[in-house]
């Protein structure tokens, strides 16, 4: 064998190997966990590479296949590639397992979501979440995320920052224990519970997540009510060295952005609430924005939003 037709086989036998991996989303790798990345003024990712929505009356859907399909079917229509499921709690107290793992699959391979997330709230949940994940031998019948609220800032529930630190490296753990690692991700509110701690708070946060979720409650959109939040958690990245993912959170709901969206109110698409966001975050100035990256939307929640936009 010449030296030139050994170091081609060589090559295909490796690019082979690398192809014998879990399922992988088809989404850019924008939105994999971040590593460190050059300390230079970051813009938002445009269009999008994460378009996400939070699925509530999750337990009534699963198992219906026209409900199932009716929100799959949804999401594709408005562009969605990932979701971020409700109700797991009781879902899994009910061994639904089966269930869980077909409405998984299908998803991921007939309507192309590249990321599910589970949402969930405490250490033990995470811990069920892994022990599910690890027993479906078909990838796509796992979960891509493991996302974690507990709205520590309300004391809710009944937990302070330190109370959530405990869950927040319980989460890291847990998702970089599985084989492959899931992302973890938390949606974060203000840096409060106790006051003070702001700086300290935001590095607790980068030091234990792939990315972060920011809500934008607002009538519209509305880059100055995060810019603050942004900085901290800019300034802890820096410092860190590496550059934190963030995902825009906005409500649909009708306090917040229901009339933005509605076909019967202002008529904005989804999209178009992340490219306003987008456009005013490019255009500021703030301490730690070279350590923040805009990767994407997710919008609260899909009652809420298909109301909004059917």
């Known amino acids: 064998m010449t030296s030139l037709l050994r170091l081609s086989l060589l090559f295909f036998m490796a690019l082979f190997s690398q192809c014998q991996t879990r399922f992988t989303p088809d989404v850019p790798d924008a939105v994999t966990p971040s590593a460190a990345r050059k300390n230079t003024v970051q813009e938002a990712v445009t269009p999008a590479v994460y378009k996400g929505v ?42 639904r397992y089966a269930q869980l793992a077909k409405f998984n699959k299908k998803a991921h391979a007939t309507y192309g979501i590249a990321q599910i997330a589970a949402v969930r709230g405490t250490a033990a949940n995470f811990t069920q979440n892994a022990q599910y994940d690890a027993g ?79 809500h934008d409650y607002r009538k519209a959109p509305d880059f100055g009510y995060m810019q603050e939040r942004l900085s901290y958690l800019g300034r802890a990245a820096q410092s860190q060295n590496r550059v934190m993912d963030v995902i825009v959170l906005f409500s649909a709901e009708s306090a ?52 909004a936009r059917p």
């Open 136 to 214: 479906r031998t078909d990838l796509q019948e796992r979960f891509d995320v493991y996302n974690l609220e507990n709205e520590w800032w309300n004391n809710g529930p009944a937990c302070d920052f330190g109370c959530y630190t405990g869950i927040l490296q319980s989460l890291k753990s847990t998702a970089k224990a599985a084989n492959p690692p899931m992302i973890s991700e938390a949606y974060i509110g203000w840096f409060l519970n106790p006051t003070g701690q702001d700086l300290y708070q935001a590095s607790t946060l980068v030091s234990n997540l792939d990315r972060i979720l920011v």
């Open 256 to 307: 917040f952005m229901f009339n933005y969206y509605s076909t019967k109110g202002q008529n904005k698409t989804f999209g178009d609430a992340y490219a306003a966001i987008v456009t005013q975050f490019n255009a500021a100035n703030f301490d730690g924005k070279a350590n923040i990256r805009l990767i994407g939307y997710q919008v609260f929640a899909y009652s809420f939003a298909k109301s």
């Open 54 to 95: 939070y699925i509530d009356g999750f337990a009534t859907i699963l198992g219906n296949a026209t409900k199932e399909n009716t929100l799959l079917d949804w999401c594709v229509k408005h562009g969605f590639n990932a979701i971020s499921v409700y109700d797991l709690n009781t879902i899994m107290a009910n061994g």
